[in-house]
């Protein structure tokens, strides 16, 4: 598709919200393949993920940030910092609602901060598709008598309804100028970190509540073969002996299946045979340890 660069146009839309609001799933939607991970366990999200998506002649980068909540410990902090460095620069916010949920105390951090911002605010309800209708709309009309959006739009980012009105919304919204991105670039995520992102969500998808919300996946090394494969080799950190056990599981079977999953999906994100070797290590103290903050793609927060 050709687009004349007198007649692009470019812009940054930062999407915001609590945890489990269906961020990710909305951003992959919209781009058209994945770029983030999903998960059903909150705070999946850890970094800012950018997101690249296409509609006519406009270029939308979305920015997918983690869910915004009461920060208790580093990571927390870390995390809740690189939502809002995300909506830094943001050409419009998009706060994205669990339709079903509505306004709970979750959302209250993220209404009192965007009180106060400038930019443009959109509501998107999302899992309309599970919400009943006359709640959602008193959700929809108590968030708008608090923050007096620009625009509102009923979603379900697992369905894809509403999403085409959504995205032709986003792009004409987006300001006159050149594409950030080239044509067929759907992120600034590189394959490594990609590559740790996509084991981390199979920890999630496997091991559910059995696996805390402390594990981290640092990709040690990642080589391209001679016959154009990729080698990649992952330690997975947990914080206690009993975590290794469980990731490991009886005879090492979950690591396996975690593994053959991770391998699967990386092949088909990637388009080449990819050969994939995990190790588990307890590191009891790895979320004070500046090192993995900046693999994973987090600043340090004291």
Known sequence: MEVSETNQRCGVIAVVGAPNAGKSTLVNALVGQKVAITSAKAQTT??????VAIEGDAQIVLVDTPGIFAPKRRLDRAMVQAAWGGAQGADLIAMVVDGKAGRGPKLEPIIEALKHRTERKWLILNKVDIAIKEKLLTHTQVLND???????????????????ELKAAFAAAMPQGPWHFPEDQVS????????????????????HAEL??????????YTERQD?????????????????????????????????KAREELANLLGVKVHLYLHVKVKEDWENDRGIYRDIGLDWVE
């Open 146 to 164: 608090t923050l007096g959006f620009d625009e509102i739009f009923f979603v379900s980012a697992a369905t894809g309804d509403g999403l085409p």
């Open 188 to 207: 600034d995520a590189t394959d490594r970190m990609l590559a740790a992102e996509i084991t981390r969500e199979q920890l999630y998808h496997q091991l």
């Open 46 to 51: 850890r970094t800012r993920v950018m997101g």
């Open 228 to 260: 154009g494969s990729i080698e990649i080799h992952q330690q997975i950190l947990v914080g206690r002996p009993t975590q290794r056990a469980i990731v490991l599981g009886k005879g090492g079977q979950r690591l396996k299946e975690i593994g053959s």
């Open 212 to 221: 805390p919300y402390a594990a981290a996946v640092d990709t040690e090394q």
